[in-house]
């Protein structure tokens, strides 16, 4: 079921969007694959831990987060890659690593890699494990406003 947080913020924002349904799918390359999206727009996640805060790391689903840039960006050692226990509840209406790429609804900050920006179009999980949303790139930076940096492989 689509994250009802997110939902109402982008209606209320006027924002269009588009919800695709697919087959339950867990990682965010069988995600791609499922909803038929390609992989360099589909967003995945990444829950980090930054000086005892949590913050999200937003790359594009073939990539990885490589914690020393992290470390040079954020101007600290004390960066690490978060466990699911410790963040699941902060996500009520989200299935456990389903929750999407909007830190400013959960009052966090967004650090997304530029690969993603370079995007029209952007696609990540919408809160489960069966719901994509695909909108306009230029909509969800003006939304989220992340900070744009390199920090994946």
Same mark, same amino acid.
């Given at each position: #079921?689509? !994250?009802?947080?997110?939902?109402? @913020? &982008?209606?209320?924002?006027?924002?269009?969007?588009?919800?695709? $349904?697919?087959?339950?799918?867990? $990682?965010?390359?069988?995600?791609? =694959?499922?909803?038929?999206?390609?992989?360099?727009?589909?967003?995945? $996640?990444? #829950?980090? =831990?930054?000086?005892? /805060? &949590? !913050?999200? !790391?937003?790359?594009?689903?073939?990539?990885?987060? *490589?914690?020393?840039? &992290?470390?040079? %960006? !954020?101007? $600290?050692?004390?960066?690490? *890659?978060?466990? /699911?226990?410790?963040?699941?509840?902060? @996500?009520?209406?989200? =299935?456990?690593?389903? #929750? +999407?790429?909007?830190?400013?609804?959960?009052? #966090? +900050?967004?650090?997304?890699?530029?690969? *993603?920006?370079? =995007?029209?179009?952007?696609? @990540?999980?919408?809160?489960?494990?069966?719901?994509?949303?695909?909108?306009? @790139?230029?909509?969800?930076? *003006? %939304?989220?406003? +992340?900070?744009?940096?390199?920090?994946?492989?």
């Amino acid at each position: #079921m689509l !994250a009802t947080t997110l939902k109402n @913020f &982008l209606d209320r924002q006027k924002v269009k969007y588009v919800t695709i $349904t697919h087959s339950p799918a867990y $990682t965010t390359p069988e995600v791609a =694959e499922s909803a038929h999206i390609p992989g360099r727009i589909m967003a995945k $996640t990444v #829950m980090v =831990e930054i000086d005892g /805060e &949590l !913050a999200m !790391a937003v790359l594009p689903s073939n990539h990885r987060v *490589l914690v020393d840039d &992290l470390c040079n %960006l !954020a101007g $600290t050692e004390d960066v690490r *890659l978060a466990h /699911e226990d410790e963040f699941k509840d902060l @996500f009520p209406d989200c =299935e456990p690593g389903a #929750m +999407p790429p909007f830190g400013n609804l959960y009052d #966090m +900050p967004v650090y997304l890699s530029p690969d *993603l920006a370079d =995007e029209s179009e952007i696609a @990540f999980n919408a809160g489960s494990h069966t719901e994509v949303i695909r909108m306009g @790139f230029h909509d969800y930076d *003006l %939304l989220v406003k +992340p900070q744009v940096a390199r920090f994946t492989s």
